[in-house]
């Protein structure tokens, strides 16, 4: 089961770990873990394979525990149980329909969940945001955590939570202003925060 930040956590060999890692490159992080049991990790920008290493950092610094969606097939023999370690959860990609509500389920049986996803999909520019993280933590009636890693200021961690009202728009807003004022790595592949149900007559794409 994924869960937020847990106390056995917080001074574990994987904080030291962490730690380690960010105080090397001269990085720090921040972040308020402790608002919320369950929650949508917005995972952004990414524009570089050095972005998990420093989001990985940032999550054992913080004590979060996240989980990740992967397809079904990878969690068989012989390796399942370790991807499920890592905190994977096991989805049916041939179905991306039913997806939310897979997941909305999941949020309601687990007392703790925190659900990482990379709303970008690759490191080169899109010009939209994939939206699964909006209409999973809204149909969980969980709120999107903003996390971030800001390569100007060496900065990274867990930004506002945003509580969805439903209007694409106005929420999207407000996740604009944050990560307007972060900075990329490549900012140059860096893609801006938009969802395609805010063009109107759009089809809404709703893949993790």
């Keep these: ?3 937020g930040r847990r106390e056995g956590l917080w001074r574990s060999p994987l904080h030291w770990a962490g730690r ?6 001269g990085w720090r992080a921040e972040g308020d ?10 995972a952004a920008p ?12 940032a999550a054992h610094v913080l004590g979060v525990r996240a989980s990740w969606l992967g397809k079904h097939t990878l969690f068989g023999a012989p390796w399942g149980w370790f991807f499920r370690r890592l905190g994977g959860i096991p989805v049916d990609r041939r ?23 990379a709303p970008e999909g690759t490191r ?10 909006y209409h999973i933590a809204k149909e969980s009636g969980v709120p999107v955590a903003l996390g971030f890693l800001d390569y100007e200021r060496k900065l990274c961690g867990l930004g ?24 990329a790595r490549h900012p140059d592949l860096a893609s801006t925060p938009l969802l395609r149900e805010e ?7 709703c893949s993790p």
Excluded: C
């Design 95 to 117: 179905a991306p329909q039913t997806l939310v509500a897979q997941m909305a389920e999941r949020f309601k049986s687990d007392e703790e969940l925190v659900l990482a996803l």
């Design 160 to 183: 506002p939570y945003v509580e969805l009202t439903g209007n694409v728009r106005a929420d999207m807003d407000r996740i604009r202003a944050f990560y307007r004022n972060v900075r």
């Design 124 to 133: 080169g520019r899109v010009p939209f945001w994939r939206s699964g993280f």
């Design 199 to 205: 063009t109107p007559g759009a089809r809404a794409s």
């Design 20 to 25: 380690l890692w960010l105080r090397l490159f």
């Design 33 to 42: 873990v402790a608002a919320f049991r369950k929650y949508v990790v917005v």
């Design 1 to 3: 089961m994924g869960s």
């Design 46 to 57: 990414h524009t570089s394979n050095w972005d998990f290493p420093f989001m990985l950092a």
